[in-house]
């Protein structure tokens, strides 16, 4: 277990709608990145948040944000869900260095109606 | 977006065999990193490796850097039951950016 933890498990939300997703990291990392997850693929990086900053984004429009707190927890919005953002989202943690590596959480998974 | 390229997509194989997955890349990175998924969990992280040309073992696996920094590959010696998931390589340059994936199925 990596001491990772996100909630909720499981949601499902209908098109148009909002989510939040919440990932704690591990004790003692200070930097958390969200990955979506589709089915039968491999994660693709949605961005990493540093110290409460954001520190990198990848290929994903405007209403997916997030934020980091000072307790490094981090939350994942996603706004006017759309049916393909159904998938699993995974975050990671990693820490304290910059770059180290990153070791994730279960999940959340997200369907989209 | 991105992807590395993983093969092969899927491999069935008897109790007892040994597997090889690779991955290739057109980009250089300076950390690769093979990681685990078993169905309905995260990936958990199996062997990172940080020098080009490093060979890294765990147990039964054994995972190389390969010389360019833009390959790796993944053996498993004397596959059990529990190996069955899918197995990610994934590239690290702050953000890790993943192969498709070899979902492995060992027969008892």
């Known amino acids: 277990e990596t001491g990772v933890t996100q909630s909720p498990t499981h949601l499902i939300k209908t098109r148009g709608q909002q989510v939040t997703l919440r990932c704690s990291s591990q004790?003692?990392?200070?930097?958390v990145s969200w990955y979506q997850q589709a089915l039968g693929q491999g994660p693709q990086f949605i961005f990493q948040?540093?110290?409460?900053?954001?520190?990198g984004r990848g290929n994903f429009p405007p209403r997916f944000s997030g934020l980091q707190f000072p307790n490094y927890s981090s939350e994942l919005n996603v706004n006017a869900l759309e049916l393909d953002d159904s998938a699993l989202y995974l975050c990671?943690?990693?820490?304290?260095?910059?770059?180290?590596?990153?070791?994730f959480g279960p999940g959340t998974r997200l369907l989209v109606l | 977006g991105q992807q590395l390229n993983q093969s092969p997509q899927s491999m069935f194989i008897q109790e007892g065999e040994d597997v090889s997955m690779n991955c290739t890349s057109s980009?250089?990175?300076?950390?690769w990193l093979w990681y685990k998924q078993d169905p309905g969990e995260g990936p958990v992280l199996l062997i990172a490796?940080?020098?080009?040309?490093e060979l890294t073992s765990n147990g039964r696996l054994t995972a190389q850097f390969g010389i360019t920094r833009k390959d790796s590959f993944l053996n498993i010696s004397a596959s059990i039951p529990s190996d069955v998931g899918i197995y990610f390589c994934?590239?690290?340059?702050?953000?890790?950016?993943f192969g498709g994936g070899t979902r492995l199925m060992v027969k008892p």
């Open positions: 980009s250089i990175f300076n950390t």
């Open positions: 994934a590239g690290q340059e702050g953000m890790l950016t």
């Open positions: 490796l940080y020098k080009a040309g």
């Open positions: 948040y540093y110290r409460e900053e954001e520190n």
């Open positions: 990671a943690s990693s820490g304290p260095g910059h770059g180290e590596t990153q070791y």
């Open positions: 004790s003692g990392h200070n930097t």
